[in-house]
């Protein structure tokens, strides 16, 4: 059964970076499709942050795009996201995703998602 | 880019149909035929229910459908039932090759 599984520290320090890992399982990340990330602030909507495809192409929200970088390693079938200068606003539930093939800008596979509290 | 607008709540009682609205801009829900919806349950992953303003995925029931006019894109949930109670997201591509989320709809099935 296709899967994206995420992983990551949980709790990260103000200032510091947020790095956040993807394992997708049973399906090749080599394909036409886009893999990347959303995620939910406690009590708010879902914020698209960014997409990655096979061979690096990259699309990234505006507002995030400064403190992010998104790669993909189709080796080992994960993906992976960097924010630096985390702050409170970037508390959330992390949520990695597949995008079908390109242009299609639909999220069809989601991972059970991860908190990521920013405290000291 | 600020989120597309969703009214805050809807309810309905088991058996009615209630349509969600999700209102955009001509940069991105009125340009662009690649609207979806998920649906989201606490605690779970959320699910795509529409995809490309009106198609489903294989598994999603037809009680579920999608429209668009101008900027305003919606969803329309025939016969509810009480596992349709959840949240619910709208989503659009955006002029600049970005996606916007809406700020959600939480449905009650009364």
């Known amino acids: 059964q296709v899967k994206v599984q995420e992983s990551g520290p949980g709790l990260v320090k103000p200032s510091e970076t947020l790095s956040l890992t993807c394992v997708v399982s049973?399906?090749?990340?080599?394909?036409?499709?886009?893999w990347g990330w959303i995620r939910q602030p406690p009590g708010k909507g879902l914020e698209w942050i960014a997409i990655i495809n096979h061979s690096g192409r990259t699309y990234f929200n505006p507002s995030l795009k400064s403190r992010l970088t998104i790669s993909i390693d189709t080796s080992k079938t994960q993906f992976s996201v960097k924010m630096t200068a985390m702050t409170a606003a970037d508390e959330a539930v992390y949520y990695c995703?597949?995008?079908?093939?390109?242009?299609?800008?639909?999220?069809?596979?989601w991972g059970r998602g991860t908190l990521v509290t920013v405290s000291s | 880019q600020s989120a597309l607008t969703q009214p805050a709540s809807v309810s309905g009682s088991p058996g009615q149909s209630i349509t969600i609205s999700c209102t955009g801009t001509?940069?991105?829900?009125?340009?662009?035929?690649?609207v979806s919806w998920y649906q989201h349950h606490p605690g779970k992953a959320p699910k795509v229910m529409i995809y490309e303003v009106t198609k489903r995925p294989s598994g999603v029931s037809n009680r579920f459908s999608g429209s668009k006019s101008g900027n305003t894109a919606s969803l329309t949930i025939s016969a509810l039932q009480a596992e349709d109670e959840a949240d619910y997201y709208c989503c659009s591509l955006t002029i600049g090759d970005t996606a916007i989320f809406g700020g959600g709809t939480k449905l009650t099935v009364l």
């Open positions: 995703v597949r995008q079908v093939g390109h242009g299609t800008w639909y999220f069809d596979l």
């Open positions: 049973d399906y090749s990340t080599s394909g036409d499709d886009y």
């Open positions: 001509s940069s991105d829900v009125g340009s662009y035929d690649r």
